[in-house]
């Protein structure tokens, strides 16, 4: 909403410094939603890594891992509420301030 708004004010003016303000909103939109989506990519990683760890590890550590179970269902629920959250605030980023628009931003298949 304040993202929206100062992209009104800087498309409304010819004062530099409004114009400086706004782009520095845009920029910190940008950054949030980056950080939100690399966040639950992360998540969604190290959930995978022990998804993947369970079935191969030997029967003593999927004992252990049993026992710590509740970790492993507290992260589904994180990953499941930042999906919810991420999918309710997104449609409400201006396209100028949501990093996923911006094409040449660094992704992990560019390294």
């Known amino acids: 909403m304040i993202v929206s708004g100062l992209a009104y004010v800087k ?3 010819q004062d530099p410094k409004i114009k400086e303000a706004a782009d520095t909103g845009i920029y910190v939109g940008q950054l949030a939603t980056a950080t939100a989506n690399k966040a639950l990519e992360n998540k969604q990683n190290i959930k995978e890594i022990i998804d993947f760890s369970l079935k191969i590890a030997p029967e003593e550590a999927k004992r252990i891992l049993t026992e710590k179970q509740g970790l492993i269902e507290k992260l589904n629920k ?3 509420a ?3 959250q991420i999918k309710r605030i997104t449609p409400r980023i201006p396209g100028e301030a949501n990093a996923d628009t911006i094409s040449n931003l ?3 298949k560019d390294f």
């Open 78 to 80: 994180e990953i499941q």
């Open 106 to 108: 660094p992704r992990e």
């Open 82 to 84: 930042t999906e919810a």
């Open 11 to 13: 498309a409304k003016s």
